[in-house]
């Protein structure tokens, strides 16, 4: 802000640049970098328990995101951002959406789907209506069924050359097929169910089964401000009360599937959910309707990527009918 | 648009059809059909031949009334001539292919409400002579006729392997191509690349297509 004499006269006045004036100091690749660091303990969880081919299938689908995006920049004419660490996080998410079990072109062709369609083609960071990694999941289950419900039951080490080593279902997929009473004859007793799906000793997506590294994640970016509890919290507790409320296992529901990696990382993603706290809890609503409807009456055991996917469709109307009426407009 | 066509110009009109404004690459009209119908190259091209024959047909006898449709009742007038040529085709493919009929039964029928033929029908054949609007339904049903065949062979490609029901590939294909979902993604980017040799080659400016979201 600075003064200049007033040309009609003596007194000075005060020009105002546009806002915002207050700056954090914060910046896209800052906030990227950090939730992808926020990722990494549950990511190094899973590469513990399903062994090396799990991380040599979230470098690919790093490098593989990476490379697309630098790719279609190029082809554009545009300024290759990959450093900007958006495209790294796809990859990473995307990743860790896989099963450790999946042949090496999955996460190629999901990352390409990912990246080149869903953001490139939507007019790149910050234009893209659905969140990537989800729809590169979403394709991949769509086009290999085979291969992405084959999920590896955690074994210490999974070997390199063999990809269908050891696969399961997952405790979602026996609730489905077997109920309930089978899924918990499966552990010493419930406490040791729920401990041990927090601890992710179970079959499924390599990101999504350490739960407690996942929270733990979520705390650093809940302290630092880069998520708010608005979209996961609402979206966990409307699964867990739903479950509930249809007789079944609200904890379970809660620390099965892919709920609180979907919750803390994939629904709180800046470009695809709304910004107004309230549209926010209307999402979060949103989504755990869904995930709980697929979970309990649809053919799929986990619902929770499809719900994300569904109510991203509805972030411009959900930001439009929240927003906040000026002093005495008329509606 | 009244004017004498000489040879030069009736292959115009043919080109114009194919290429310049493709009724699904470029007018992004009857998308509907070039969605549901083409997870092979064989549907694909049934589906084209039928409306390749009922839109040449439909514009020759609309030109040919079209002195004696009231406009006031123009509309009704060519729905009665488009659905009685495709009562034809209909009747046809029931005789003589049977199993191709319990296929695309349903999406024959509904060429009726197809919008690239009513839109023919209103924009040329109602306004111009027989040979010149027989010329405009030509090219615009072999465009679409190449459009649904050429979507059907990228979704046949990579969704099962196969062209027109030979084996190319090994390996898993990607199914979801020849889901719904694969036809959105099949269309979506061969209309991308219609734009794009257009803008490169031709300096077409993009966009091009018009109100998209009809049958």
Redesign the interface.
Known sequence: MDTEKNPQGGARVFRASAGPHIRSGESVPHIMWTVSAALLPAAGLSVYYFGPRAFLILIISIASSAAFEALAQKLMGAKITVSDGSAILTGLLLGMNLPASAPFYLPVIGSAVAILITKQLFGGLGYNIFNPALIGRAFLMASFPRFMTAWPVPQGSLSLARPDAVTGATPLGILKEEGYRKLLSHFASRHDMYVQLLLGHRGGAMGETGVIALLFGAAYLLYKGYITWHIPVTFIATVAVLTAVFGGDPWLAMLSGGLVLGAFFMATDYVTVPQLKRAQIAFGLGCGIITALIRLEGGYPEGVCYAILLMNCFTPLLDRAFRPRKFGEVA | MKTNFMATSYKKLILNGIFSENPVFRLALSLCPAVAVTTSVKNGFLMGVAVLFVMTMVNITVSLFRNLINPKVRIPAYILIIATYVSITEMMMRAYSRTAYKQMGLYIQLIVVFAIIISRAELFASRNKVLPSAADGLGMGLGFLGALVLVGAVRELIGNGSIAGFHITHG?P????V?P?GGF?AIGLLM?LFNWIDQKYYGGRPGGGGGGGHH
Do not use: A
């Open positions: 898993s990607l199914l979801i191509m889901l979902t993604f991308g």
